[in-house]
């Protein structure tokens, strides 16, 4: 696709289950950031893929979430006992990965409520 | 504290100019950013500066930077309806893959 695409677009569950969300970065995309976006609140850094390194992990909340990127390109973000808090629109953004490329591209986001 | 501090709101008359401000902590920031998100939708870059520089002009877009003060500002000539959104401030530091968002103003454009 032309653009990082995101899925689902809106994640209604209840307290205790686990989600999980989808992003597809745009292709040849090596780098992958997961953010949160609480209302009110900036982007929260949660996770940074690069290639085939070890991610970047140091933004993740609590142990209950988790990504993963397969093959390099499609990620997923896993939460486990969702609670409320958790409530938030997660967003997707991708990169080149170049040193010197600024423009991060970002998907639409899922937006997770937590009843 | 936040690394990266902007207003919250912001309210225009449309045709008017409009300066969002952000101030930011770290001396050793590289790049700094701005984006645009619409409502629904993920964020989108407008515009970028280099620590080295003090202006950059893009059709009715003017980022100022005072390294000085750790003060940037983005000025939208003409505001327009369209223009209205949040509009986020971001840092990147040397050596680092990872920007810094500030918590975004929110432009509201009236007629």
């Known amino acids: 696709g032309a653009g990082v695409s995101q899925s689902p677009s809106n994640k209604v569950t209840e307290k205790g289950k686990d989600v999980e969300l989808r992003c597809d970065p745009i292709s040849g995309h090596t780098a992958l950031y997961w953010y949160r976006q609480s209302l009110g609140q900036g982007l929260e850094f949660l996770i940074y893929?690069?290639?085939?390194?070890?991610?970047?992990k140091s933004g993740l909340p609590s142990d209950r979430f988790s990504a993963e990127r397969t093959g390099g390109s499609v990620s997923t973000l896993t939460i486990q006992r969702t609670q409320q808090e958790d409530s938030a629109v997660y967003l997707c953004?991708?990169?080149?990965?170049?040193?010197?490329?600024?423009?991060?591209?970002f998907g639409p986001g899922t937006r997770l409520t937590v009843l | 504290g936040e690394d990266v501090e902007q207003s919250l709101f912001l309210s225009v008359r449309e045709g008017d100019s409009s300066v969002i401000n952000c101030t930011y902590t770290d001396s050793s920031s590289t790049y700094l950013y701005w984006y645009k998100q619409e409502p629904g939708a993920g964020l989108q870059l407008l515009t970028y500066?280099?620590?080295?520089?003090d202006m950059k002009q893009d059709q009715r877009l003017t980022v100022l930077l005072n390294k000085k003060d750790k003060h940037l500002s983005l000025r939208i000539a003409d505001t327009q309806t369209g223009d209205s959104a949040i509009y986020f401030c971001a840092e990147r530091v040397r050596g680092s893959y990872i920007p810094t968002f500030g918590r975004g103003t929110s432009l509201i454009v009236h007629p």
């Open positions: 953004a991708s990169t080149s990965g170049a040193v010197l490329d600024n423009e991060q591209f």
């Open positions: 500066i280099f620590s080295n520089m």
């Open positions: 893929f690069q290639g085939n390194s070890a991610p970047d």
